[in-house]
């Protein structure tokens, strides 16, 4: 079971730190992602890192502005966004894969266990 809390409404050029904790799985050998869903659109990858951390991959809208890190000894994963834009607002999704856990980057397909999601709206 993973479960995400952090999101919320926050202005444009605000910050935002999501976490999602892991429970009843091996998190420590799993990859895990952060996704997101806005309104109408397909579910997208955002940010992701390999088991270990040793390897981290971001979406081109993502990069410089997010980051992603996990503590594996708390079972937990965090997204920092920074520089947070309208285009931002969306229900974002943390997901694990214990098939790909070296990878960094994951298709939806990919994922066997998804967050229950928590919302981010960028508004002023």
């Known amino acids: 079971q993973l479960q995400a809390c952090g999101g919320g409404l926050v202005q444009p050029g605000g910050s935002l730190r999501l976490s999602c904790v892991a429970s009843g799985r091996p998190f420590s050998t799993d990859a895990m992602a952060w996704f997101r869903q806005a309104p109408g659109k397909e579910r997208e990858f955002v940010a992701g890192m390999s088991r270990r951390g040793s390897s981290e991959y971001y979406a081109d809208s993502a990069k410089g502005r997010f980051t992603i890190s996990r503590d594996n000894a708390a079972n937990t994963l965090y997204l920092q966004m920074n520089g947070l834009e309208f285009e931002d607002t969306a229900v974002y999704y943390c997901?694990?894969?214990?098939?790909?856990?070296?990878?960094?980057?994951?298709?939806?397909?990919?994922?066997?266990?998804w967050g229950q999601g928590t919302q981010v709206t960028v508004s002023s």
């Open positions: 997901a694990a894969s214990q098939r790909y856990g070296r990878s960094s980057y994951l298709r939806n397909v990919d994922v066997d266990c």
